[in-house]
């Protein structure tokens, strides 16, 4: 299965909403915990008195959603498919919180309304009218490759086209804070393109969304091709992970020698970056290597920004600095491997290629 | 030509019954799970029934035969039992023998955990046990299943409110015919939590008595809660072992109502759609239909959207038609896969299930729903709606081998 991304969008804690040029500017954050979207002015791209009824990550997905698909100028999706580690965390705290405090009685039902993980997806597709296919995935790590999964099916298995695929989450100051309390994060501030100087545990939260306008056409302004995604649940140790590694490109008929450029999900968790190191000793030696949580932080859905970022240097043949581990690539860029775990639990490789 | 997709297996835990034989004997015996609320701690404990699995946390860890320490939401261990039932149920021991998936769906996950948590940190950040939130996001209790039942090749969590369950069996089948999954257990579950009661009274559609879906007087849903696995497997796997087939997932289709967040169109676009896609990949005509379980949860807006959908692609005489919810309640993110565990049962039992409680016509149908138990032997082919929020439907077809 190969398909086209014909469009893109993210809004991201990058300068990523208007994309031409954010490669050439990315955004270094100083002492920080966790990063933010820069957000669009909404009322641009939706009614004012409709985005005034929705949360935050109801903006964003609508918002980079439509941006997608003028993008790739399509009108309308043949199928709209998000995925969301935590969905619409913002008004379902908003909704439980408000059953404690006044104690089961007279609640404003609109935070429940739109606390459901459907409700970006839905409000697309009310936005743009769009009957067709529509689907949410909620699978942590996961949510994100098996959005993406359907779209290749469908566009496999029926005459709809032009698949809308996105992938978001949210950071509010309570789900920063129980994260926290967790021990996701990193216990001091840190800066945030100096993310893998430190050394020790925890990680950088952070939030975004991105779509994608996917096609079996190539058009001319397609930014690349991709393949399914791979997923594997709780690898038992890094062997089983090069074996899925080696199965993954196999099945694409690829070898290491033909991946131009790696995109690791490497966070600043000590523990939780070892395995991408060891990968990097042992088989993307000769590869040049980049990664991206110190541009858009950690969450489930932290994928969608590196298929984001994978589209357009391919259509760019340009990297940032930043974002480069080791040497940048010199090459023409024809296709990147990407390898992303979310705490070692949900694994995912995608491969993106030029077309 | 892509495989056929075989249902194998079945399980369910409902307020009807812990299992299928118990699940058989009410729906034959027209007994209702619904009644008054005795296990949520909830402010209307007295004045809104619900269809409550009557059983404790403790009860179902012990019927689920859990031992350890890892917390465990209600949804979890619901969906572990019926998860286990469906796999025994399939006589699939080694389930690393082929590649098999799991999909489940929710709505809210752990809720029911979560709000023990947020009590507590609502008055203080630093308050709150840690144990009581790892729970909360709708892929920890997929996760908990897969791990008890050590599934690992594909795992995967569905939310598209109350047609998940629907579209896990449509992904499921949709897995297996792209050759993705040789076999899938797919499945659904939703435990009964403040936050939905509360919810869903917000918005006052909560019926104060038990639901009486498409009757004339109906006056809201009742929510129950509950879970159904079905395992799902190629049909050149289910030849190979000689399985006993239960019956064929032959059609599906999802669509958007696309209308409002909550209300459904009046027409019933977005269920028209699903319906008529569902009869398009089955290649049926609607006259081929034998029995629609309809979604039906009671509201005035979905009964009515629901059945001008109906006539409008099965014409002003449809197939025999009822909602299963006045046995059930709505258990939301199960509700599709509780409903195709019903479908699969009355396939094998020939039977016709009656939608309760219904004793006046709506007055712009032009049909009314199957009030009594119906024997009708052969059922070939069964329709199953679910219709959620955000107008994301799915019909699917379950057709007799």
Same mark, same amino acid.
């Given at each position: 299965?190969?398909?086209?991304?014909? #469009?893109?969008?993210?809004?991201?804690?990058?300068?990523?909403?208007?994309?031409?040029?954010?490669?050439?500017?990315?955004? +270094?954050?100083?002492?920080?915990?966790?990063?933010?979207?820069?957000?669009?002015?909404?009322?641009?791209?939706?009614?004012?008195?409709?985005?005034?009824?929705?949360?935050?990550?109801?903006?964003?997905?609508?918002?980079?959603?439509?941006?997608?698909?003028?993008?790739?100028?399509?009108?309308?999706?043949?199928?709209?498919?998000?995925?969301?580690?935590? #969905?619409?965390?913002?008004?379902?705290?908003?909704?439980? +919180?408000?059953?404690?405090?006044?104690?089961?009685?007279?609640?404003?039902?609109?935070?429940?309304?739109?606390?459901?993980?459907?409700?970006?997806?839905?409000?697309?597709?009310?936005?743009?009218?769009?009957?067709?296919?529509?689907?949410?995935?909620?699978?942590?790590?996961?949510?994100?490759?098996?959005?993406?999964?359907?779209?290749?099916?469908?566009?496999?298995?029926?005459?709809?086209?032009?698949?809308?695929?996105?992938?978001?989450?949210?950071?509010?100051?309570? *789900?920063?804070?129980?994260?926290?309390?967790?021990?996701?994060?990193?216990?001091?501030?840190?800066? *945030?393109?100096?993310?893998?100087?430190?050394?020790?545990?925890?990680?950088?939260? +952070?939030?975004?969304?991105?779509?994608?306008?996917?096609?079996?056409?190539?058009?001319?302004?397609?930014?690349?091709?991709?393949?399914?995604?791979?997923?594997?649940?709780?690898?038992?140790?890094?062997?089983?992970?090069?074996?899925?590694?080696?199965?993954?490109? *196999?099945?694409?008929?690829?070898?290491?020698?033909?991946?131009?450029?790696?995109?690791?999900?490497?966070?600043?968790?000590?523990?939780?970056?070892?395995?991408?190191?060891?990968?990097?000793?042992?088989?993307?030696?000769?590869?040049?290597?980049?990664?991206?949580?110190?541009?858009?932080?950690?969450?489930?859905? *932290?994928?969608?920004?590196?298929?984001?970022?994978?589209?357009?240097?391919?259509?760019?043949?340009?990297?940032?600095?930043?974002?480069?581990?080791?040497?940048?690539?010199?090459?023409?860029?024809?296709?990147?491997?990407?390898?992303?775990?979310?705490?070692?639990?949900?694994?995912?490789?995608?491969?993106?290629?030029?077309? | 030509?892509?495989?056929?997709?075989?249902?194998?297996?079945?399980?369910?835990?409902?307020?009807?019954?812990?299992?299928?034989?118990?699940?058989?004997?009410?729906?034959?015996?027209?007994?209702?799970?619904?009644?008054?609320?005795?296990?949520?701690?909830?402010?209307?404990?007295?004045?809104?029934?619900?269809?409550?699995?009557?059983?404790?946390?403790?009860?179902?860890?012990?019927?689920?035969?859990?031992?350890?320490?890892?917390?465990?939401?209600?949804?979890?261990?619901?969906?572990?039992?019926?998860?286990?039932?469906?796999?025994?149920?399939?006589?699939?021991?080694?389930?690393?023998?082929?590649?098999?998936?799991?999909?489940?769906?929710?709505?809210?996950?752990?809720?029911?955990?979560?709000? !023990?948590?947020?009590? =507590?940190?609502?008055?203080?950040?630093?308050?709150?046990?840690?144990?009581?939130?790892?729970?909360?996001?709708?892929?920890?209790?997929?996760?908990?299943?897969? /791990?008890? &039942?050590?599934?690992?090749?594909?795992?995967?969590?569905?939310?598209?409110?109350?047609?998940?369950?629907?579209?896990?069996?449509?992904?499921?089948?949709?897995?297996?015919?792209?050759?993705?999954?040789?076999?899938?257990?797919?499945?659904?579950? /939703?435990?009964?939590?403040?936050?939905?009661?509360?919810?869903?009274?917000?918005?006052?559609?909560?019926?104060?008595?038990?639901?009486?879906? @498409?009757?004339?007087?109906?006056?809201?849903?009742?929510?129950?809660?509950?879970?159904?696995?079905?395992?799902?497997?190629?049909?050149?796997?289910?030849?190979?072992?000689?399985?006993? !087939?239960?019956?064929?997932?032959?059609?599906?289709?999802?669509?958007?109502?696309?209308?409002?967040?909550?209300?459904?169109?009046?027409?019933?676009?977005?269920?028209?759609?699903?319906?008529?896609?569902?009869?398009? &990949?089955?290649?049926?005509?609607?006259?081929?239909?034998?029995?629609?379980?309809?979604?039906?949860?009671?509201?005035?807006?979905?009964?009515?959207?629901?059945?001008?959908?109906?006539?409008?692609?099965?014409?002003?005489?449809? =197939?025999?038609?009822?909602? &299963?919810?006045?046995?059930?309640?709505?258990?939301?993110?199960?509700?599709?896969? !509780?409903?195709? !565990?019903?479908?699969?049962?009355?396939?094998?039992?020939?039977?016709?299930?009656?939608?309760?409680?219904?004793?006046?016509?709506?007055?712009?149908?032009?049909?009314? =729903?199957?009030?009594?138990?119906?024997?009708?032997?052969?059922?070939?082919?069964?329709?199953?709606?679910?219709?959620?929020?955000?107008?994301?439907? &799915?019909?699917?077809? @379950?057709?007799?081998?």
């Amino acid at each position: 299965m190969k398909v086209y991304i014909n #469009g893109i969008n993210a809004i991201s804690p990058q300068h990523t909403f208007k994309h031409e040029d954010w490669l050439k500017e990315p955004v +270094g954050y100083r002492q920080v915990r966790y990063l933010k979207c820069i957000e669009p002015v909404y009322t641009e791209y939706i009614d004012p008195m409709a985005a005034r009824r929705m949360s935050r990550i109801v903006k964003t997905g609508v918002c980079s959603a439509i941006k997608c698909l003028h993008d790739a100028a399509v009108e309308m999706p043949g199928a709209i498919i998000t995925g969301t580690g935590l #969905g619409c965390i913002e008004d379902t705290e908003k909704f439980l +919180g408000s059953i404690f405090v006044n104690k089961e009685q007279l609640l404003n039902p609109t935070p429940f309304i739109q606390s459901t993980h459907n409700t970006v997806a839905a409000a697309i597709a009310l936005k743009l009218k769009c009957k067709n296919y529509n689907s949410t995935y909620v699978h942590r790590g996961f949510s994100f490759e098996h959005a993406l999964t359907d779209g290749l099916m469908l566009l496999h298995e029926e005459p709809a086209d032009n698949i809308l695929v996105g992938g978001l989450d949210e950071l509010t100051d309570n *789900s920063f804070i129980i994260t926290d309390r967790l021990g996701l994060w990193k216990k001091t501030p840190v800066d *945030s393109l100096k993310l893998l100087k430190y050394n020790n545990k925890g990680s950088l939260a +952070g939030e975004g969304a991105a779509f994608f306008a996917l096609s079996r056409e190539r058009k001319e302004n397609s930014y690349a091709c991709m393949s399914l995604p791979a997923m594997f649940y709780k690898p038992r140790n890094i062997s089983e992970v090069e074996h899925q590694l080696s199965a993954f490109l *196999s099945r694409d008929e690829k070898t290491l020698n033909d991946i131009d450029l790696v995109i690791l999900g490497l966070n600043g968790d000590a523990a939780g970056d070892k395995i991408y190191y060891q990968l990097i000793d042992q088989h993307f030696k000769n590869i040049p290597v980049a990664y991206f949580k110190h541009l858009c932080g950690e969450y489930d859905t *932290s994928s969608a920004f590196a298929v984001f970022l994978a589209a357009l240097v391919i259509k760019k043949q340009q990297i940032p600095e930043v974002a480069c581990l080791n040497k940048s690539p010199e090459n023409k860029i024809k296709h990147i491997l990407i390898y992303n775990h979310l705490r070692n639990i949900n694994h995912t490789f995608f491969l993106i290629s030029a077309c | 030509m892509p495989e056929k997709v075989f249902i194998t297996g079945v399980g369910i835990i409902s307020s009807i019954g812990k299992g299928i034989d118990e699940t058989i004997d009410s729906l034959k015996n027209s007994r209702s799970g619904i009644g008054v609320i005795t296990l949520l701690e909830t402010a209307y404990k007295n004045e809104l029934p619900a269809a409550e699995v009557k059983a404790t946390h403790e009860d179902l860890m012990e019927i689920a035969g859990i031992k350890d320490k890892r917390p465990y939401s209600r949804t979890a261990l619901l969906g572990i039992i019926a998860a286990r039932q469906a796999l025994r149920h399939a006589f699939i021991d080694d389930i690393a023998a082929y590649r098999t998936g799991l999909i489940s769906a929710t709505t809210v996950g752990g809720m029911d955990k979560s709000e !023990v948590f947020y009590r =507590p940190f609502i008055e203080n950040k630093r308050h709150g046990r840690l144990r009581d939130i790892i729970t909360h996001d709708c892929g920890d209790s997929t996760e908990t299943i897969a /791990d008890y &039942t050590g599934i690992r090749d594909y795992v995967s969590t569905v939310s598209t409110a109350c047609s998940s369950s629907a579209n896990a069996l449509l992904l499921g089948a949709r897995l297996i015919k792209n050759g993705l999954l040789q076999r899938v257990l797919v499945g659904g579950v /939703d435990a009964l939590t403040l936050f939905t009661i509360n919810g869903f009274n917000s918005l006052m559609i909560l019926d104060k008595n038990p639901c009486r879906p @498409f009757d004339e007087e109906r006056n809201g849903l009742n929510l129950g809660e509950g879970a159904g696995f079905l395992m799902l497997e190629a049909e050149s796997i289910a030849e190979k072992e000689k399985k006993s !087939v239960l019956c064929e997932i032959s059609g599906y289709g999802n669509a958007c109502d696309a209308f409002h967040q909550t209300a459904s169109s009046p027409e019933g676009d977005g269920a028209y759609l699903s319906m008529k896609k569902a009869l398009d &990949t089955a290649r049926l005509e609607p006259s081929m239909i034998d029995y629609i379980n309809a979604h039906g949860t009671g509201t005035k807006n979905n009964d009515l959207s629901e059945g001008k959908a109906i006539e409008r692609l099965f014409g002003n005489t449809p =197939p025999p038609c009822s909602s &299963t919810k006045a046995y059930t309640g709505h258990t939301l993110g199960a509700a599709g896969a !509780v409903e195709a !565990v019903f479908c699969v049962l009355a396939i094998q039992n020939g039977i016709i299930y009656p939608n309760l409680r219904f004793q006046k016509q709506m007055s712009e149908l032009s049909f009314s =729903p199957v009030v009594a138990l119906q024997n009708r032997k052969p059922l070939k082919h069964i329709m199953s709606n679910s219709f959620g929020f955000g107008g994301n439907n &799915t019909s699917l077809i @379950f057709s007799a081998i």
